[in-house]
Nanobody, 125 residues
Framework: VQLQAFGGGLVQVGGSLSLSCAASGHIRFTFSRYSMGWFRQAPGQEREFLAAINWSGGITYYADSVKGRFTISRDNAKNTVYLQMNSLKPEDTAVYSC????????????????WGQGTLVTVSS
């Protein structure tokens, strides 16, 4: 199974960016059975949890640092999870990636078993 994030780029402070993360590869991987999370990692820093969503999309959970600015959603028909990012700040600059968990994991990084390739987001001031 592969997870690949898309949509990163350069954006100005206060701007918006929409990321997507698509799952593909294993015929037995059922995307809709996994909860999904978004994470980021800035240079020299540890991986940071941002947002999680349960299998159906009915439950979401956010880190305080992004609550009210970022929105996680998913489309199980497209095997894709999204992260809408608004009111971006320079401290949001990082590599963003998604991960999948067979349980509803929220910010428990150890529960995420499948990690994807990230996409770089740079917020310029």
């Amino acid at each position: 199974v592969q997870l690949q994030a898309f949509g990163g780029g350069l954006v100005q402070v206060g701007g918006s960016l929409s990321l997507s993360c698509a799952a593909s590869g294993h015929i037995r991987f059922t995307f809709s059975r996994y909860s999904m999370g978004w994470f980021r990692q800035a240079p020299g820093q540890e991986r940071e949890f941002l947002a999680a969503i349960n299998w159906s999309g009915g439950i979401t959970y956010y880190a305080d640092s992004v609550k009210g600015r970022f929105t996680i959603s998913r489309d199980n028909a497209k095997n894709t999870v999204y992260l809408q990012m608004n009111s971006l700040k320079p401290e949001d600059t990082a590599v963003y990636s998604c991960a999948a968990s067979p349980t509803y994991a929220e910010d428990n990084l150890d529960a995420y078993h499948i990690w994807g390739q990230g996409t770089l987001v740079t917020v310029s001031s």
